[in-house]
């Protein structure tokens, strides 16, 4: 019912900036929240950001508020992550998630993208 693609990850020195895209794919009428998640080596895959559907609802992990902006274009189908004042320690894979519900949108969404990896050196 619905696919997922990330694009945008790459490699950055620390301070930079980098803007994920999630291209989202549905055949049902069904509206998704959509979240960004990500997971380090060695680490559990932690909450980073969602958004609701109509775009006017968003929640963010504390460690990320000020430095990323999650937003969503539905026209284009299309969610952001735009990254800004990277750290080493964002150096993760980042994954785009939705559910039609929003608290499943934001712990444990159904759908899930393949990942795209990040890395901020120092």
């Known amino acids: 019912q619905l696919q997922l693609v990330e694009s945008g990850g790459g490699a950055v020195q620390a301070g930079g900036s980098l803007r994920l895209s999630c291209v989202i794919s549905?055949?049902?009428?069904?509206?998704?929240?959509t979240g960004w998640f990500r997971q380090a080596p060695g680490k559990e895959r932690e909450f980073v950001a969602a958004i609701n559907w109509s775009g006017d609802t968003t929640k963010y992990a504390d460690s990320m508020k000020g430095r990323f902006t999650i937003s969503r274009d539905n026209a284009l189908n299309t969610v952001y992550l735009q990254m800004n004042s990277l750290k080493p320690e964002d150096t993760a894979i980042y994954y785009c998630a939705a559910d039609p519900g929003w608290e499943r949108a934001t712990t444990t969404p159904n759908y899930w993208g393949q990942g795209t990896q990040v890395t901020v050196s120092s």
């Open positions: 549905r055949r049902t009428l069904i509206r998704y929240h």
